[in-house]
């Protein structure tokens, strides 16, 4: 049996090799994060102007699904940093024990809540919203009651594998309380499907498979800044809307601790945060010198915003989840 | 004689693989966790969804088989040959055929555009039975049309004679054997659908079509719900393990009494509407099996050239893990095969171990796999040798059940001269069975390799999206809505699978010393 040992001996060399003169810097991140038009390769490229590393972005599927991957991995994971957690994980993202404190120095955030955390550094922000095409659907829903009345269609995440997802879950459950049940019953019709993650949930809509889609209030400036179209709006929702903070964090394991915390620095600095609201289409954590790009103004600001601390999002998640499962399970 | 110790070390190995993985994860469910409303609601969806295939399946297999048995016409032969395909076929390669043909933007919802109809909707309940129909009716009508044939020629003949009407032939001779044979189709289909993941994973649609084994998936990768997932493989063991012990007593004898087994036309055929009916029920069938496979085909040759360089990496990997996989698969089978074959009666209890695999599921095996090897190394980076070893053992019994026969008519036609040649161990095996394996063999390793090269299962338990095999990387692409790539990758992947296939089938021919 010749097979086995040329297989192993295969496998083996497809693993990365060990030695290597520039540290490389492993970041596991969501998927859209590493995309051509995400901020990774212009992050990439402006760190390692200055690191002398190499850093190597691995996509991960969305937000949940990396803190999933990590758990799999164990203390034994090849990351050195994981970007793109949010609030809503960061309880469970701390009770796994593998991530280390950051010992940036203080920074001035320009965060709609205030900040202190010794293991999560905040890298942008923004408010959750159901994105529409104003040519197909003119009039949007003002609320979740509305939403429900209608006939529309609607792409959501699952909670489990997207901070989307859960961010829409935490949304319902902050508004709404005991009634998020009824809530979710009544959305069930509207669901055209629960996707992993968000890109998949947005590729869904632009194809025209849905009319809305659970994005962001920033969703609209990429449109809008990259492609001239003025059509997609996100709707205000009457209720608020919930908010989300994006973390990164360094792995306690990492083999380059000192990388790491160099980026953690870069990562709040002007270098990187100026990149964010337009290729990640959210709020920078600081916001650059330059400022906010132009279309920027043209989006709703929710008058209330809604968020669960760390510690409520844990209850508040193990609350909302078996009502959604069996409300969508219909 | 042939030692024996192979053979036991082999049954141990897959005995462990089963059982013992099974072990692991009742220890590690114990206590832990419950079953939530989401869980009940995978439990019901499993059932009822694979009730409904089954059923769908093997209704619509009936008149199929009836044409097929009844009618002679150009390409009946391949048609039937096509029919047996669909088990090598990666399942995700049909389901974006079946995606092409009856998606949002498919064929089909352009057609009812042109009438001013709504598109068609194909992600959850409906698309998951959609895809298990086409998957499963193709083994349906192999097994009722095996039915059709074994009723002797003679009572046709004879039904013909006395000039029974169509309805009395379905009463005297159609309907038995249908009562004798559906039964048991229906089971092996209720059986494979009760493990579907590929399928439930691409077109479910959440929480409301989501199998006990989707549902492991996710305890597993979205909430590393260990316990959780532990506790809903035994649930899937027990589904499996029922079905399968209901499969294997249902087959029921039909005695029509045996004819001169001769192959003849049938004069009994009905002529008139009847016959433009079975024309029109073969077309159709054909139409729908082979309409979104060709139109994958369409769609990715063109994209084939401009696939991204990942796509090309996985497709190495998964050959790798296809070749490794088939070549365990043999290495555990013959041994196991030798050692049921010298243990003469007790053969009858070795024998079930080999089976064991179809009773228990990919992801349950998976998931003991992890726990296992969680405390000592790294499981992300065990994943495409776990991948092969998991795939080994879901192909065995197949790679059995074709080594088996032969073996038994090597050792009854030449055995013993062999023994009185004092020929064993050895050089029993290299100049005695060997040769007269090698047909089977080369069969079987094409077989496995297809099914390997295939698989989307184990392999996104434990994914690292960077060394996805070219079935995770379709799924990825087609996560991406990048479709024209994932067309050109699952032409890739379809012809790898019948080009493994058809190599190792071919390789088993090719010489074979008679």
New interface residues.
Partial sequence: ?R??II??G??AT??PAAAQDTPVLTIYTY?SFVSDWGPGPQVEARFEETCGCDLQF????DG??L???L????A??DADIVLGLDTNLMSAAADTGLFGQHGLPEVAYDLPIAWDDDIFVPFDWGYFAFVHDTTRTPVAPGDFVALAASDLSIVIQ?P??STPGLGLLLWVQAAYGDRAGEIWDGLSDN???????W??AY??FL?G?ADMVLSYTTSPAYHLIAEDDPTKAAAPFAEGHYMQVEVAAKLASTDVPELADAFLAFMVGDGFQDVIPTTNWMYPAVTPDAGLPEGFGTLIQPETALLYSAAEAVKAREQAL?V???A??? | MIRALPGVAAALAVAGLTLGTLVVVALRAEGVARLGPGDWAAIRFTLVQAALSAGLSVALAIPVARALARRRFAGRGVLITLLGAPFILPVIVAVLGLLAIFGRNGALSSVLGWFGLPPVQVYGFHGVILAHVFLNLPLATRLILQGWLAIPAERFRLAATLGLAPRDVRRLLERPMLRSVVPGAALVIFLICTTSFAVALTLGGGPRATTVELAIYQAFTLEFDLGKAALLSLVQVAICACAAVIALGAAVPAGFGAGLDRMIARWDAPRGWRRLADGAIIAAAAAFLLLPILAVIADGLMALGGLPAGVWKAAGRSVLVALTAAALALALALPLALLIQRAGRFGGLIEPVAYLSIATSPLVIGTGLFILLFPVANPVALALPVTAVVNAAMSLPFVLRALMPALRDAEAAHGRLADSLGMTGWARLRYLLLPRLRRPAGFALGLSAALSMGDLGVVALFADPAQATLPLALYQLMGAYRMDDAAGAAVLLLGLSLGLFWVFDRGGRLNAAA
């Fill in positions: 049996m097979y086995p297989a192993a295969l496998f497809s693993l998927d691995v996509g991960a599927g949940a699904s803190l999933s991957r758990r799999l991995e164990g034994r994971t699952d489990r594998s669901i055209l499907t629960v996707t992993k993650g890109s998949e590729g869904l194809d498979e078996p959604w499962q069996e969508l399970s219909r």
